[in-house]
């Protein structure tokens, strides 16, 4: 089931990179008092260098728990209780706290939505930067300075070392989120998780952002993971994609497949709500009805209730991800019926 | 419907003139004015019945602001609101009243804008009430009414908003603003909030009300997808400005305004064979408490010279009937 993960053309090639990081059907429980509920069921998953995998869905389908996952930082109440994700050659899982302290921001590092909250209020950010450098490399604090402003020249930050001297408080959401690239990039990860990156970002400065980070990856040959909710930013990103709903794929295509004939009923449904261009004016294709609770979900597939395509069998039994086209999965009982 | 971008129909229902919104800025101990946020700073516009007029720019440009003075949340500084051929802002009691029930507004945050201890159909029979609406029995019969014409079951009547996603919070929303049958709609990034799935529900909800009830939008959002999908015509605000104002097709076929330009241009395509290569450039963005003199857009212009610098440009009307303001174009 792994091998859905790999980039496309790359399955059985004996030149196909060792991924970066790979995930293997990995379970999220949470409990809450005495209940308990899985967030994020059977997720695989595996990028290579140089990659970009989007994890693409909406609000409560488990992707912002995946990312958090993959750096052992879920919130209290929430554990991995299957699975293996392994970054090279670690099992993140099998790790002490101390050797996830090791690793974080070393080998694997965090972009996250909001650099306002992610960045500390208190610290300057060449300080937090330094910081990061001075835990995991070493050397003297100047070294880890002027690491930290070349960190901050790498993000193309105007003024980089008067910058380095501020609080995060004193810069502008685009540079704030530079900042946090930055960080995030010091210590040269071999996998970078970026959780919606550009969502707190007005579009011109979103635009700069996608620009920084498709030229940084280009450079570094970094493993990149990028969870969005917004199609659209998957378009201009993705080399490979997988869509969320309910704590589970429902489909993961190449790039290209995936846009030009989404086969899961909830990735088309996706597309045709999109309000663009072609269709201004026309009628949006809506899905009707809401995402189900994660503790309240229906016994067969979780998209059944809002499905067009649905039959008594989708709400008995849950579809497998299956390959239906070469490199491309969905999990779908109807989708040979779809046209 | 209309021909043009600014003179549409002989009365327009919503008219308004040189609108300005300013905040003082205080400093020291006596907490002196020492200057001001020029948050809106002198924006006309017309909106005939039944239309729907988008008005988009990035945080800070000014456009919630405008919204909010004119349903008057907050103080105009200056400017002439008319609201079919009456002048806006002279009245009291009753007819301050009466203006109020024509124009109401839905917010973007359907979590926060609505009262967590009022049931829904106290949130849905207070306009009522404050107007002087109907019996008691009506009222019930409205509220009811209205909530199946905006997709709620009136059996959810007594619950509290806590109990609604999202979407249906926004539903609710729009349910009140709609309680007083009002000619025009403000519409503050209602769906900025909410997924795409549910985004689609509320915006075909807001278009089927439009056509049947005649009810005419002012939207203001972020996002030039909704706006293009939604608006008949469209006004680009820069730091409390409009600089471009044109029909929905004319402006996405061919923006005229450098600033209209970089917002169409830094918008993500959906067509992964034709990725944009944006530039990772910085770009310094100046707001409205520190404007560039001139044109405000000048320090992020390509066509800038001495003349942007020195001289503001006016909005003002081109050969295919858009309205911009700037000296190149």
Known sequence: ?339 | MLDDAMAPPPAPLLSVRGLKVHFPIRQGVFQRQVGAVRAVDGVSFDIGRAETLGLVGESGCGKSTTGLALTGLVPLTDGEVTFDGARVGSETGRDLARFRQRMQIVFQDPFSSLNPRQRVRDILRAPLEIHRIGTTAERREAVFAMMNRVGLRPDQAENYPHQFSGGQRQRIGIARALMLNPDVIICDEPVSALDVSVQAQILNLLEDLQDELGVAFLFISHDLGVVEHISNRVAVMYLGKIVEMARREALFAAPAHPYSELLLGSTPSLDPRRRHRFSAGFEDVPSATAKPSGCAFRTRCPLADERCRAEEPALSPRADGRLLACHHR
């Open chain 1, 1 to 339: 089931m792994s091998g859905a993960a790999l980039s496309e053309g790359a399955a059985g090639t004996a030149s196909a990179p060792a991924p970066a990081i790979e995930v293997s059907g990995m379970r999220i429980r949470i409990a809450l008092g005495d209940t308990s509920f899985t967030v994020v069921d059977d997720m695989s998953f595996a990028v290579a260098p140089g990659e970009t995998l989007c994890i693409v869905g909406e609000s409560g389908c488990g992707k912002s728990m995946t990312a958090l996952a993959l750096l052992r930082l879920l919130p209290q109440g929430a554990r991995i209780d299957r699975g293996a994700i392994r970054l090279g050659e670690t099992d993140i899982l099998e790790l002490g706290e101390r050797a996830v302290e090791d690793l974080r921001g070393n080998r694997i590092a965090m972009i996250f939505q909001e650099p306002l909250t992610a960045l500390n209020p208190v610290m300057t950010v060449g300080a937090q930067i330094a910081e990061a450098v001075a835990r995991h490399r070493g050397g003297t604090r100047r070294k880890a300075w002027a690491a930290a402003v070349e960190a901050l020249r790498g993000v193309q930050m105007p003024d980089a070392e008067r910058r380095a001297k501020q609080y995060p408080h004193e810069l502008s959401g685009g540079m704030r989120q530079r900042a946090m690239i930055a960080l995030a990039l010091c210590c040269a990860p071999s996998v970078i998780v970026a959780d919606e990156p550009t969502t707190a970002l007005d579009v011109t400065v979103q635009a700069q952002i996608l620009g920084l980070m498709a030229d940084l990856q280009r450079r570094s040959g970094t493993a990149l993971l990028l969870i969005t909710h917004d199609l659209s930013v998957v378009a201009e990103t993705a080399d490979r994609v997988i869509v969320m709903y309910a704590g589970r794929r429902v489909e993961e295509a190449g790039i290209t497949d995936l846009f030009d004939e989404p086969l899961h009923p909830y990735t088309r449904g996706l597309m045709g709500a999109i309000p663009r261009g072609a269709a201004a004016g026309k009628r949006l294709t809506d899905i009707p009805g809401t995402v189900p609770a994660l503790w309240d979900l229906p016994a067969g597939c979780a998209f059944a209730p809002r499905c067009p395509l649905a039959t008594p069998r989708c709400k008995i039994e849950r579809p497998p991800l299956e390959e239906h086209r070469p490199g491309h999965f969905a999990a779908c009982w109807e989708i040979d019926h779809a046209g």
